[in-house]
Each structure stands twice: as structure tokens, then as C-alpha cells.
């Protein structure tokens, strides 16, 4: 499984765009890049995932480069809700290895 | 109802109990996990099984079991439950093939 690297925290006020970025240097040709989101006490919940390129949902965007070695989830206009802990993970889509939660990173918005 | 459930939410026990945490499931899936969590360590597999009749080893397995008695149960066991045992423990289910997880509210445990 390819390791991931992403900050420990980040602060960020009301209102203003959030940019998560994961580093995956050895990630694989068939591997997908997804990210979960969790609140306290609470279990985590999908975000968002992608394999190359741009997605976007209701939620947040997700920034793939051409070289896939690292990913950039983008949360537009946080607001104090989105104070969470953000996990990046690679791994197949479709396998038979369960994909590996890292430490996160503990995003921190401020009013 | 919640599509994951966990029984019991919260449990305080002494350390050389057996202990079960139980887990289900009315999503269908195939596919199913036990987590542990402690404050800043992230999540961490102990467990997990993509069959009733396949049953797979995580990162920290040491000092636990499992059974999957049916496709929507999935049940963790702690046979002599020790202090460091004390976590958030969450359940976890996904869809074959795919790997998308849905997290069950999980279970606060504290072994004194």
C-alpha cells in the first residue's frame, strides 16, 4: 500500500479556502486517492474520491497533478462544522486489501 | 435506523475480562472492519472480513478476535481485556469490490 504523508493540523478562519495536500510518492498505476472526514467521537465519513485530475462534489474538490504522487483536497468557505480530522488514503478501488488510515490531519476553523 | 450499529456504546470493565463488542449491519455488504481508535494515533485495523467464511489479520490483531456469524454481524472479542485496551473501537462495512467504508458510531471501552 503507498504510504501517505500529510500535515498534523491546520488553523483556518471562517469563510476562507482550505487546501489539504497529501503527499503518495510510490502510489500505484491501479491505485485511487480518497479522503474521509471525522468529528469527534464520531466514525469517519467519505469525502471524496479520484484517480486522476479534478473532482468535485457538494462537498469539496480534489486536485490530482499528471504525476499523481501527491493529491489536494480543497474545502471552498469553511465554516466552524468543518472542523474535523481529514484522512487521505490510496488504494485500489476495487481489491482486496483494506486501504490504511494514516493520523489525519486536525483541521482547526476559527470564527 | 442507522445502517451500522454497534452494541454497546459505551463499557467500563476490569482488566482480565472477557469482553464482546458487537457489530451489524442492513446495508448488505460483503465486506466488513474493526478499528481502533486513541487520541492521536489515527485508526488502526484490527480485524477485518470480506466473507462469512474469510477472516483477515490487521495491523494490531495481538490480544483480540473476531466472528462473523452472518453476512450483517461482525463481533469483536477482547478474551482477557488489558488497561492499553482502553479505545474507541468503530465497525466498518464497505460494498464489494469496492473499498468505500461506512463507519458504525463506535464504542467508547475503558479497561481499569
Known sequence: LAKTTQPISMDSYEGQEVNITCSHNNIATNDYITWYQQFPSQGPRFIIQGYKTKVTNEVASLFIPADRKSSTLSLPRVSLSDTAVYYCLVGGYSGNTPLVFGKGTRLSVIA | ?112
Open chain 2, 1 to 112: 435506523d442507522a445502517d451500522v450499529t454497534q452494541t454497546p456504546r459505551n463499557r467500563i470493565t476490569k482488566t482480565g475480562k472477557r469482553i464482546m463488542l458487537e457489530c451489524s449491519q442492513t446495508k448488505g455488504h460483503d465486506r466488513m472492519y474493526w478499528y481502533r481508535q486513541d487520541p492521536g494515533l489515527g485508526l488502526r485495523l484490527i480485524y477485518y472480513s470480506f466473507d462469512v467464511k474469510d477472516i483477515n489479520k490487521g495491523e494490531i490483531s495481538d490480544g483480540y478476535s473476531v466472528s462473523r456469524q452472518a453476512q450483517a454481524k461482525f463481533s469483536l472479542s477482547l478474551e482477557s481485556a488489558i488497561p492499553n485496551q482502553t479505545a474507541l473501537y468503530f465497525c466498518a462495512t464497505s460494498p464489494a469490490p469496492y473499498n468505500e467504508q461506512f463507519f458504525g458510531p463506535g464504542t467508547r471501552l475503558t479497561v481499569l
